[in-house]
């Protein structure tokens, strides 16, 4: 028996287990006949969502529920010397006021944790940090105690404003790029270059704002933790879990069946969920605690600003012999985390001569983590903004521009690219969009309104992480797929039961799928856009190993085998697969990364192509139409696939022209703390958008051959947005948002 089949209770599940050293050119899901994969398939979990019976975190039953309200300091930074909770203790309702819970909770599992046991938060460094939890019968009760409790502390100096302290960054330690890194004589190249572009673009924070607040339920049974959360990384986050309550990762299960997004805001674990396990731990009962809107943009991590400093150097033609791109970005003093700005910049165009650097900025306010396609999302409204500036300070179309800078291979590491699509995804985009008659900035004039079009490629590194999931084919002919992966609203309980569906021929209704409960196989969790590629290669290996196993009863070889329709055709013969099994057949199929990340770079690729129009009396920027083409391996489902691409459109709208995280200089209290004020697009901004995939295998990053795509829809959108602006007015904002303001102080007064 394998470990894995001793560790999830499965004595009589084998393990089919591949490191992805080689390519692996043959797929069961090329040649099977069930005719279900990428095919655009409805949510199989719909029915429960549209009729509300899927149960999300906040919404579990207990017995004896309590509930929990988090107390926040109400002031920047400072030590606490005495927490005054008589008031509250006095209102009816009101059960208990915890202060002694972690310092980790002020940092939500992106790399502050202390190894200390829980002893109470003394030193704050931020407004809004979370300071004790007020526990009463009802939420209203506890709502009332929360707002009660006053909290006295000695002022500390503090730093929130990033104009202020640009000059205190620091490189940061290597995370999934070195924090500096350089090739060839930048400064020389670029001073002799005879055409040069040096721009500097920021960006604000962002919050992701899902629709589902961050929200627990614990229980404790029998010295076990059981907690209802919402999270996106079950496996890793009660690790987390574990570690902030001092005890071991066996005594903590996470469930988390659905989770209404997440965009990396549920990557580790949120303050609610340590404060709702020690409070039910202490008073022997249920804890439920889920934030205020307000509470999550105070207490959970946001997108880092970001100043970046973009400079090419090319010849006459444009071809990029000198790049740099420096940022500055910035977290709260006691993080180590750090967005990667220029993730993309290392590979997504050619240049001997490069410089790619980045710096941590400490400021006082609420920590910065990993927000749906780190680095990428703003780093290349940067850069292809930049690219932009360079076509037009060229006179050359900008698709041309970035065809003349293809490079053959990864243009640092020097190796062969597993797969790349961007020149063929801009040629389409622009046969699609009529990129043909675009005009010149400025000239496009109707009325009082200014029309213009903007291009940006699209990029995202894409990752293959550890991933386990058992299948079992039962003896009525269903399979059960049991992992602990999630389904964010990114459509995994569908594609997982596709490619059970497709590689045991099975109809889509005859399989199960159970997700997000920690007790299951650990998958990669949903994040990084690796959980299709990664969960999905861990149930197809599964089915590998069953579609061996069914062959072998069969007498012929897995090759002569055709499954369709729960029966197994070979031989001349076809029989039900139930007759070909005595008792349910389990097996665990498990991924990891090899060789092929390190002999291969892969990335998915794509381009974005946006149409506006402006109004030269207000500065009112409209979008009329956006599309987007994507190649991105194999496409699971097309349906979700391009579900994923339109919120990344959408998302990149909002970055571009309304999302900004605004903080009180005077205490980095965040001021927009709810979607009234934090703008996110609404139907009103929104266009129709077109979404088209390119054909693509990519045999070298995994079994399946797909790759993610929820955070390549995302990156370069924003920038496509604002190229159209520029072309429109000839009015170039390097600030984001693209407010209406930005734009009118720059046209001529008679526009």
Known sequence: MSILGKLFGSDDAETNALVMDEPRPDSFLDHGAQDVIGKPINRVEGPLKVTGRAPYAAEYPAERLSYGVLVRATFGAGKITRIDDSAARALPGVIDVITDYDTFIRSPGQGGATDAPPQGVQEVHYFGEPVAVVVAETF?????????????????????????????????????????????????????????IDVTYTTPSQNSTAMEPHASIAEWRDGTLILHGAYQMVASDQQQLAKALGVSADKVRIIARFVGG???????????????????????????????RQQVYDATVRRSNTEQRIRLGTDANGKIDALSHNSLVTNTPYERYWEPVAVGTHFLYGGENREINHDLVPLNLNAAGSMRAPGEAVGMMGLECAIDELAEELGIDPIELRRRNEPAQEPEKQIPFSSRNLIPALEKGAQLFGWSQRKKAGTDRRGEWLHGMGVSSAVRSNQLMKSAAKVTLTTDGRAIVDTDMTDIGTGTYTILAQITAETLGLPIDKVVVHLGDGKAPPSSGSGGSWGAGSAGSSVYLACEKIREKLAKAMGVSVADMTL????????????AITDLIDENMGVIGQIEPGKQEKKFHQ?????????????????????????GVFAAGRILNEKTARSQCLGGMTFGIGSAMTEEMIHDERNGKVVNRDMAEYHVPSHADVPHLEVHFLEERDVHVNPIHAKGIGELGISGAGAAVANAIFNATGVRVRDFPITCDKIIEQLPFDA
């Open 262 to 292: 997440g965009f990396g805001s549920k990557l580790g674990i949120a303050p609610e969920s340590v404060a709702a396990a020690v409070a039910a731990k202490k008073l022997g009962r249920p804890v439920k605690i889920v934030l205020a």
């Open 140 to 196: 209203e009760a506890a709502r009332d105690g929360a707002a009660a409790v006053r909290i006295e502390h000695e002022a500390k100096e503090a730093n929130y404003v990033f104009a202020a302290h640009k000059d205190q960054g620091k490189e940061p330690k290597e995370d999934q790029i070195p924090g500096h890194s350089s090739q060839g004589n930048f400064d020389k190249a670029f001073n002799a270059a005879p055409v040069q």
């Open 564 to 575: 369709k329709d729960g029966r197994a055709i070979g031989d001349n013969r076809s029989v």
């Open 603 to 627: 990335a998915g690729y794509g381009a974005h192509f946006c149409a506006v129009k402006v109004n030269v009396v207000t500065g009112e920027v409209r979008v009329e139409r956006m599309l």
